[in-house]
């Protein structure tokens, strides 16, 4: 902390600074007092950044984010005013140090307390991907270390995955020691960039130093994109867990729920206690409660470099060196408003300077508990009846009318927008890094027919990123806060039914046993009766497993599960032999075994075929591999094929069909190729299977591929606008549907006769990463979710 000075104001809303705790180029953050006497932390803008109108309107989605973001581990928003004359953002004060601040002082953290770190900052992540939001900008000047865990702050640069038009094309917003590989090339940034993010925090937490280096900008950039990460001083396992946050491709990072599993195999709460911070750290800890415990005399101690006045618009100074609690080392003066990448030949620059809607050392905007603990929140993102620019408006879920089946719900989780990998072509030109991609569009609009009026709509709370399951003339969603929804196909305005209370696993809900099968909490399976949504049975197996996400169902009374099994020291603490364990689960007999994923496997994100007799995914070594579902999960065959797969396969008959630079077609029973189709550019990315056609999207250019499943012959290519090939083909009985890649702009139909462009629906909405969710039944109704909505389109 430092003293106030003269140029610092009175008082900000209802608070009064104290103490000067960060400053930057973009600002600075005091701590305050409420006249309730309560310590607050607010982040001022400076009066010319305010001026302008760009740099506002970020500072409100900078506000409306922090807001809208709830969990204990993320900040906690009490109150701001961003149309102020001078803007200003007060949040819970938290006493304690940065981890930038904890490891400069006092070296690299232990693996335990690097491991409790994770598991925070992982369920902060998924707090914040629940709101549609990617943080973009996690580094360790950025994460607090609280006594009770770890606080994720700042969230100055957060966007919906909108690019960035408001600072020009050519400006690099964030730090990049630690940005993941699309963000350095300028491709979007989804959830699983947060992620790559978190892999390098805590390759610092635990070496000291980050984990990707470059004697200049450029070759820093390179080196992220294109180099390995150094972690020659991590130790194990954190060398692994690692690892798996740091793969190139977006698509094949672990999420942050099977992140937090792998760092705290029995949930991160019972690892971030009182003592999960090493002595030296925790005192620094105290030092800073001690001192905001006695604001008053806090005040009169740091008073004397005060004078008595200083109007709150008052001018402010040049920039200055941020100022962590007094104890951090003088440091580069923040940049401006952005990062312009054509500086970067001129030299590396320093880690915290390349930032987004501020460059203030933002250590102690942390908070304290869940978002709704904040009493008195005005977090209005500009004056009333308005909303931040591409935030989507929050409904009141409409109360069914159908009887709804309580449990208690769990923690939220999210599902995850999984995004194009970085190509393998690359130069460096002048100070920038490029990478080479396939076309982003840019062909002649094509003439298209009227969409279809939807002969419903559903509007309720936020649907999962999970597609629909359709039952005897109905389709089954999940939505948040943990409910399994029944919608009539013949019209789905209202629902049929609602069971709460089960798991927000990112899966659909699986019929099986006669039953709606979904996760509860911990390792739990539920059944739910598709026709009135009443409880049939409730399958827990101890706290020895848990269950994070279902694959797929067999033989009627059968489930495959992802989660993992525990090995435990002690009564209180477990240790995950796997985070990618895949169970068989017996319904009949009520039992679990597992089947023995490879250990590079670990970590993939599997999106496997599960039939009657087998298990079929994409492992970790560039193969398709099989295996049994009746024997344990013993290998049946594995096919190696040399480059990188895209972890979605499809199954049609006997064949199965995978996907990368080329699209291969082998024999389910042997392993043995019966044809394959090369991309000629790009990749094929995603897939569909009907009939006796197999469908693939394709990047270079942008469209869909139709094969005859037999023997490869193309049948047709209908280019289209770039579309988001991260998620399955849906296929109708007569039209094949994808989703765009904006998804402001809907989805396309395709005609799978004739491979003809047919219609393009949307609701023109933008939600940020809530992609739109697209299924079929086999009589063509299409159910189309985005967000908080579901259109129940006709038979085409």
Known sequence: MKPLRPEDPEQLGPYRPVARLGAGG???????????????????????????????????????????????????????????????????????????????????LPVETVLALGAGVAEALIAVHAEGLVHRDLKPSNVLLAADGPRVIDFGIVRARDGYELTGSRALFGSLDYMCPEHATGDPVGPEGDVFCLGSVLAFAASGHPPFGGAAAAALLYQVVHGSADLSLVPEPLDKIISLCHAKDPALRISPDRLSAACAP????????????????????????TAANDLDRLARTLAPARPPVAPVGAPAPAPETPVYGGCEPARSPARGPAYDTADAGAGRADPDSARGADGVGDRAAGGAGRAGDAGGVRPTAGPPGRQAPDTPAQPVPERSVAPAHRRVPERFGVGRRALLGVTAGAALAGATALVTRGRAGGQRAPRLGPAPEPAWVYRGGPLLQTPAVFHDGTALLKARPGNMICLDLADGARPKWVYEGISLSPSPVLLVHGAA???????????????DGAERFTLDFGEDFRFDQLLGGYDGYAVSVLGAKLQRRSAEQGVATSTSTVFGVDLEARRALVIPIDPEDVGIPLQPVVTSDYFVYADGLRNVSVRYTRDGGSLRWRHPVGYDLRPGLAVLGRTVFAIGSELIALDLDTGKLRWKAKAERGMFASLGAAGDTVYATGTDPYGVHAFDAANGSRRWFCETPRINVDHPIAVGAHAVHVPAFENRNGFYAIDTASGRLLWNFTDGRETGVNDWQLSCDGAGHLVAQHFDRAYGLPVT
């Open 26 to 108: 973009m600002g600075r953050v005091y701590l305050a007092t409420s006249s309730a006497g309560q310590p607050v932390a607010v982040k001022v803008i400076r009066p010319e950044m305010a001026e302008d109108k760009n740099f506002r309107i970020r500072f409100r989605r900078e506000v409306a984010a922090a807001a809208a973001v709830g969990g204990v581990y993320t900040a906690s928003v009490v109150d701001a005013a961003p149309d102020d004359e001078t803007p200003w953002l007060a949040t819970a004060y938290v006493p304690g140090p940065t981890l930038a601040e904890a490891v400069a002082a006092h070296g690299p």
């Open 266 to 289: 029995g949930g991160a709460e019972q690892v971030l206690t009182e003592g999960w911070l090493p002595a030296r750290v925790a005192a620094m800890v105290t030092e800073r409660r």
């Open 517 to 531: 099968v979904a996760l509860g909490t911990g390792a739990t399976l539920i059944g739910v009766d598709p026709a």
